[in-house]
Nanobody
Framework: QVQLMESGGGLVQPGGSLRLSCAAS????????MRWYRQAPEKERELVAM????????NYLDSVKGRFTISRDNVKNTVYLQMNNLKPEDTAVYYC??????????????WGKGTLVTVSS
């Protein structure tokens, strides 16, 4: 059973930092890309960052480039999102995501339950 469990969210002042973690289980973690999405109130869910299975390549939403860093530990089966210089507009629920083909089901998306990040003074 695939499980993605986020942690590390909370309340932080503008300019502050947080580190999100996503512990994965139930699949071969080092075979698949991992992503962080976020969804702010009354807004569409958006892709924040992606990291390939080896960690060699990453991509970021333009508005977080230079502030956020995605990384992974393929021994601990965990993906991280280091968020620095946080802004009020970063306030959202952050979700961990992966997807892969399952025999008989095609491409399947897996999501964690999310962790809330609130940036406010």
């Amino acid at each position: 059973q695939v499980q993605l469990m986020e942690s590390g969210g909370g309340l932080v002042q503008p300019g502050g930092s947080l580190r999100l973690s996503c512990a994965a289980s139930g699949f071969t973690f080092n075979s698949y890309a991992m992503r962080w999405y976020r969804q702010a109130p009354e807004k569409e869910r958006e892709l924040v960052a992606m990291i390939t299975n080896t960690g060699e390549n990453t991509n970021y939403l333009d508005s977080v480039k230079g502030r956020f860093t995605i990384s992974r530990d393929n021994v601990k089966n965990t993906v991280y999102l280091q968020m620095n210089n946080l802004k009020p507009e970063d306030t959202a629920v952050y979700y961990c995501h992966t997807k892969f083909v399952r025999i008989g089901y095609g491409m399947v998306d897996y999501w964690g339950k999310g962790t809330l990040v609130t940036v406010s003074s």
